[in-house]
């Protein structure tokens, strides 16, 4: 099949999954009201790469089968292919405007990154798997989560607790498991879960190191979701809520199969510790557009605010919007260094003597990727959000699209609650948008998303402390430390 339609994705879903939304089973979640916005949202990306306006930045043609597949399942060769990649990513997160931070896209690179790391430490054979289940993605096109986090039953310490995931029984044909995970975003609304690594496992932990992959109709899956942020309330309203709340959940393995052709690795620790530790960095780069498209989405709405209050005419409101503009420009900068970083990297993997260093060239090897991702965009999203907090001031605290269409009271509103040039229409419109991506719950989910986006922020800067990057810079310093001194 190689790229499917929305209404094939849509249908796909209605497999019987043991889904739970607010207290209550979902026999049908196409059906459910809490997720039709994210589901037309999804089916239209499905939908786009068959729409001759964007199919050939959306899919590639397979050199072997013929048949076109999504592009964000490309194994990239050389820089024009990252670039091929980079574009494709560029364009579906500006689709979904930066607000989905687990699109398909994410896991279809994270999987080619597993890949890249487990040939890169010589597990050939788990690598091997993995290649299998890529091939497998490109011919049926599913949408793939994640579930990497233990249960949080003790934080005080980093060994798998009793509640983990783990292999309780091992056949010939596969092996069973039972356990937890968290927190499998766009689980309620995909077709198969990555069951991966997150923290390291130690000796003595053999059945916890676990990676597989699994239809999530799976029979003893149970899908747990949070409370849902689209209640309902119109796209006038919840226009960022009513479109983009992809769903969070804890799965539940109970006593689960999992088929020997599904498993990547079962108890080696090696495998298990370097599925994602020398990763070629096709994640990063997917991150990287979709955090840019967010923040060039933010950067829009507050121009957009500050013009229908007035405010765009205030120098001091100007000043803000122009610093967001500047963090807006390096996040292009750093998005094309991701895809220079990728490029760079793939070509060392295939010919190490072509690594060059020497005077005036970095002497360690660079991670734009994830550092952007670990330590700029949280912070330059979460400025771009106090900006537009700022400049709409209480003004985003407006009524709903019923007051606007009520009969009695319409005429009033219409008086009362323009802007200069601006219709109360409009004027609501563009604050019920600045209320949803500043105030709504929607909105808290999305501040706490981008703070962990990478993981623990504190466990992120300790790896870059212990990275040899760090050593190179300290021995910058102590050349001139040293430099004039005798022995």
């Known amino acids: 099949m190689g790229v499917r339609s929305g209404a094939d994705y849509l249908k796909g879903l209605r497999d019987g999954r043991r889904l739970y939304v607010d207290g209550a089973r979902v026999d049908d979640v196409t059906a459910h009201p809490a997720f039709q916005g994210v589901l037309a949202t999804l089916a239209g990306l499905y939908d ?139 689980a309620p609304v995909a077709d198969e879960v990555f069951v991966g690594p997150y923290v390291p496992r130690r000796p003595g932990q053999e059945d916890y190191a676990l990676v597989c992959t699994l239809p999530l109709d799976t029979p003893g899956l149970k899908i747990l979701c949070r409370q849902a942020y689209d209640r309902g309330d119109g796209l006038f309203d919840t226009p960022l809520s009513g479109r983009f709340d992809e769903g969070d959940a804890i799965l539940v393995f109970d006593d689960v199969f999992v088929p020997q052709d599904r498993v990547v690795v079962a108890g080696d620790l090696d495998a298990y510790n370097n599925v994602v530790r020398n990763a070629v960095g096709y994640g990063p780069l997917q991150g990287a557009a979709r955090s840019t498209a967010k923040l060039k989405f933010l950067t829009g709405l507050a121009t957009v605010a500050a013009r229908t209050t007035g405010r765009a005419e205030s120098r001091r409101h100007q000043e803000e919007i122009g610093e967001v503009v500047g963090l807006l420009n390096v996040a292009e900068g750093l998005l094309d260094g991701a895809a220079l970083d990728l490029s760079r990297r793939i070509g060392e993997r295939r010919d190490p003597a072509s690594v060059r260093r020497g005077h005036g060239l970095p002497g360690e090897e660079s991670r734009v990727g994830i550092a952007a991702l670990t330590f700029f965009f949280p912070s330059a999203i979460a400025r771009a959000v106090e900006v537009l907090r700022m400049i709409a001031g209480s003004g985003a605290i407006v009524m709903t699209e019923g007051d606007l269409r009520h009969e009695d009271i319409a005429h009033l509103v219409d008086t009362y609650v323009h802007g200069p040039g601006v219709s109360a229409e409009r004027r609501l419109r563009v604050m019920r948008m600045v209320w949803d991506m500043t105030c709504s719950p929607f909105a808290a989910r999305q501040a706490l998303y981008e703070r962990y986006y990478t993981g623990d922020p504190i466990i992120g800067r300790v790896q870059f402390f212990n990275a040899p990057k760090t050593r190179e810079a300290e021995a910058l310093a102590e050349r001139l430390l040293g430099a004039g001194t005798t022995n």
């Open 48 to 186: 786009a790469q068959s729409d001759p306006e964007f199919a050939d930045v959306l899919t590639v043609r397979d050199p072997v089968t013929g048949e076109r597949h999504s592009t964000t399942l490309l194994e990239a060769r050389d820089h024009e292919d990252v670039l091929a990649r980079q574009r494709c990513d560029r364009l579906r997160t500006e689709l979904t405007y930066g607000m989905m931070g687990r699109l398909p896209d994410f896991m279809n690179a994270y999987l080619l990154d597993v890949k890249s790391s487990l040939t890169h430490v010589g597990k050939h054979e788990e690598a091997a798997r993995m290649d299998a289940y890529l091939d497998r993605l490109r011919r049926e096109d599913l949408a793939v989560t994640h579930t990497l986090v233990d249960p949080q039953s003790d934080r005080s310490t980093q060994d798998a607790p009793p509640e983990a995931v783990r292999i309780v029984e091992r056949r010939e044909d596969g092996i069973v498991i039972r356990g937890a995970r968290l927190l499998s975003t766009l």
